[in-house]
């Protein structure tokens, strides 16, 4: 799977900075955590053992302006989702509105693909995959198999690097 994930992002290393089951899921630490850098990879595993995750080529730091946070859409060529049960790889089809950035979810990449919510491992997360990404939308197995919601078990997210 790590070759995958190598291939897939074209980077050869990855630092982890958070893993929920040593942090928890608490959204002002996520958020702590991931919205500093840029080129974050995140993996999940749900409760019901299905396993995959996003990358993004920037942040979830929504822009800051003085005091004020703004929700913001940021745009990614590079951002994908994939799978690691299936081991495919989903492309962003409209790089416009790759990730979402807000104050009061974790983060959702493309509109509603993925959506990881504040307490992840208590409350469902959801997906509504492929919408803005690459997938046979006449299979909405997708991500989690035909789950629209999901809890997570685990959830790791790593700093992504070149050698």
Known sequence: ????????????????????????DDLENFQKKTRKGKSLLVLVKTKKGHRFGAYTSLNFQPREYSEIIVDVTK???K??????????????KNSE?????????????????LVIKDQFMKKPSVTDFPKS????SSNKLGLTFGDKEF???????YQVYSS
């Open 79 to 92: 951002a994908f989702l994939f799978s690691l049960d299936k081991k495919e790889k989903y492309q962003i």
């Open 133 to 136: 990404f690459e997938g046979d």
């Open 151 to 157: 809890v997570v078990e685990e959830l790791e997210v």
């Open 75 to 77: 745009n990614d060529d």
């Open 1 to 24: 799977e790590l070759a995958h994930l190598r291939n897939w992002t074209g980077k050869a290393g990855f630092h982890m900075i958070l893993k929920s089951s040593v942090s928890g």
């Open 97 to 113: 509105n790759a990730i979402i950035c807000d104050e009061n979810i974790a983060f959702m990449m493309g509109d509603g693909d």
